[in-house]
């Protein structure tokens, strides 16, 4: 069975700082991708970044960049010099291949408070 | 429009009503899904339709009634729905590459705040 787990159900960063939001999977699969999900107050779930699991490099879009440790089975969210539009709730999931298709799994979220 | 609609974006309806939520994408994808989202809880996989076809019913009950009339609509039909089915439901779509599964990116609506009195 696949898991998601991430650890922090709160955490804070003051505006201008760098914040690193932690996840671990958990899967036997070889071949599986790993996305995080930003959830504003308002619930749309924005997809922010996607990291492959045979991808050599960490994934980087913008201010948002993943740090992947395929050993360590971790996928952690870095988001450099916060902005106040940053608070919300984030997602790591995790997708891998079955025979009736793909399935998306969904860790426990981390809401992000930046501080002004 | 673009992306992926939802409405309406808030319900409020009894527990011997029917409503339907209805979900549009405009992004060329051809397969869509239903999540539901209680407070507290990870996001949990609902429906999945590849083609038009329902691929995945994960132990939904009966009073939830997906339709998918073409690749583009997605729709839940609800009745006699009960209070602990207040969520909020998301509706996703992707791409199936048919080749690595990491490869097939979600992409969410707004959703439908549900509340059932």
């Known amino acids: 069975a696949q898991k998601i787990t991430q650890t922090q159900p709160g955490m804070f960063v003051q505006e201008k700082e760098a914040v690193t939001l932690d996840c671990t999977y958990d899967?036997?699969?070889?071949?599986?991708?790993l996305f995080w999900y930003k959830q504003p107050s308002s619930g749309e779930m924005i997809f922010l970044i996607y990291?492959?699991?045979?991808?050599?490099q960490n994934a980087t879009e913008g201010r948002y960049s993943l740090n992947f440790q395929k050993a360590r089975k971790s996928a952690n969210l870095v988001i450099s010099a916060s902005q106040l539009g940053d608070s919300a709730m984030y997602f790591c999931?995790?997708?891998?291949?079955?025979?009736?298709?793909?399935?998306?799994?969904f860790g426990e979220g981390t809401q992000l408070t930046v501080n002004p | 429009e673009t992306g992926v609609t939802q409405t309406p974006r808030h319900l409020v309806m009894g527990m011997t009503n029917k409503k339907s939520l209805k979900c549009e994408q405009h992004?060329?994808?051809?397969?869509m899904y239903w999540y539901k989202q209680s407070a507290k809880k990870p996001l949990e996989l609902m429906f999945v339709?590849?083609?038009?076809?329902?691929?995945e019913n994960n132990s939904v009950p009966s009073r939830f009634s997906p339709e998918c009339p073409n690749s583009s609509h997605l729709f839940l039909h609800l009745h006699t729905l009960q209070p602990e089915d207040s969520a909020l439901y998301l509706c996703?779509?992707?791409?199936?590459?048919?080749?690595?599964?990491?490869?097939?990116?979600?992409?969410f609506g707004p959703g439908t705040r549900l509340l059932v009195l």
């Open positions: 990291q492959g699991s045979y991808d050599q």
């Open positions: 999931a995790m997708r891998v291949q079955e025979t009736s298709g793909s399935r998306l799994t």
């Open positions: 899967t036997s699969d070889p071949s599986y991708g």
């Open positions: 339709y590849n083609f038009k076809e329902q691929t």
């Open positions: 996703a779509s992707s791409h199936r590459l048919r080749r690595l599964a990491g490869e097939e990116t979600q992409y």
């Open positions: 992004l060329g994808h051809n397969a």
